[in-house]
């Protein structure tokens, strides 16, 4: 079992910056590839990143490339997600979550690979 839990969401202009942490419970958390996603009102929820148990690989979506940036330090049991230039559009709540397998060569992108979430932290950017 992995219990998860977010911080540093909150309230910044377009342009800003905020960094997402992840604190996971369990002496497991390193063998699990981690992913964040986000759920705007109305919109479904969608992938943002992901980073393999290792930290050796990541993914992004399209539409935070080159802007967002996730990282995990296993000895904390720790994911972040650096988030710059944010935008409008980025306002969502932001959930992180672990893969269901462990030891996962590869990082997914369907939210459906995820086992556990966390409750979610709310980020907002205003134009």
């Known amino acids: 079992q992995v219990q998860l839990v977010e911080s540093g969401g909150g309230l910044v202009q377009a342009g800003g910056s905020l960094r997402l942490s992840c604190a996971a419970s369990g002496r497991s958390f390193y063998r699990y590839a981690m992913g964040w996603f986000r759920q705007a009102p109305g919109k479904e929820r969608e992938f943002v990143a992901a980073?393999?148990?290792?930290?050796?690989?990541?993914d992004y979506a399209d539409s935070v490339k080159g802007r967002f940036a996730i990282s995990r330090d296993n000895a904390k049991n720790t994911v972040y997600l650096q988030m710059n230039s944010l935008k409008p559009e980025d306002t969502a709540v932001y959930y992180c979550a672990a893969d269901g397998s462990p030891f996962r060569g590869m990082v997914v992108q369907s939210f459906r690979e995820y086992n556990y979430w966390g409750q979610g932290t709310q980020v907002t950017v205003s134009s």
């Open positions: 980073i393999s148990w290792s930290g050796g690989s990541t």
